[in-house]
T-cell receptor
């Protein structure tokens, strides 16, 4: 149980285009999802917290207009990298946690397998 | 602000031996969770073990156990009978219980290699 998927797993795009990454909780409803960015050999950097039906909360230094996050349902959150540039190339990971009413709220975040974005 | 520090960028262990990975954190909160996650070359984050701050008993999961010292703000991971499949990047993480959306704060990571 508690499986999170991401799609696509890899994407290569041209500079200036937009790329959408999907994050789905497959067997549970996730009111809160998180988006991370990870550079090689480095730790995960939280980009934003996404709550179903409301605006995402971005971490300091993360451009809201470049990284658009939508959490339209309890099982789906999307990250759109707008007007991507080579410096946006990275590994993007999402995670999901159980609803606040769950007896295990405040417990574990379940991670997707990640998406490798390469901007040419 | 909460911080998590892993002071060992790299560690190495012989197969079947025991290794301990260090983690310290800083917080003013009294209720929180601590986690160890494993990230193998596939880059899928895998939960290894979790600890609730209000529990004094150290968590254990098969070959993995922690030494949780709340007063010292220390949370080390012990891997017993190390296996080749344990080779990975290990991240210590802290999670505020309810505030800030329950986001995770990660340490810098420790890359563990296992020698056959």
């Amino acid at each position: 149980g508690a499986v999170v998927s991401q799609h696509p797993s890899r994407v290569i795009c041209k500079s200036g285009t937009s790329v959408k990454i999907e994050c789905r909780s497959l067997d549970f409803q996730a009111t809160t999802m998180f988006w991370y960015r990870q550079f090689p050999k480095q730790s995960l950097m939280l980009m934003a917290t996404s709550n179903e039906g409301s605006k995402a909360t971005y971490e300091q230094g993360v451009e809201k207009d470049k990284f658009l996050i939508n959490h339209a349902s309890l099982t789906l959150s999307t990250l759109t990298v707008t007007s991507a540039h080579p410096e946006d190339s990275s590994f993007y990971i999402c995670s999901a946690s159980l609803p606040s009413g769950s007896p295990t709220f405040g417990d574990t975040q379940y991670f997707g397998p990640g998406t490798r974005l390469t901007v040419l | 602000a909460q911080t998590v520090t892993q002071s060992q960028p790299e560690m190495s262990v012989q197969e079947a031996e025991t290794v301990t990975l260090s983690c310290t954190y800083d917080t003013s909160e009294s209720d929180y969770y601590l986690f160890w996650y494993k990230q193998p070359p596939s880059r899928q984050m895998i939960l290894v073990i979790r600890q609730e701050a209000y529990k004094q008993q150290n968590a254990t999961e098969n070959r993995f156990s922690v030494n949780f010292q709340k007063a010292a703000k220390s949370f080390s991971l012990k891997i017993s009978d190390s296996q080749l499949g344990d080779a990975a990047m290990y991240f210590c993480a802290y999670r505020v219980y309810y505030n800030q959306g329950g986001k995770l704060i990660f340490g810098q990571g420790t890359e563990l290699s296992v020698k056959p």
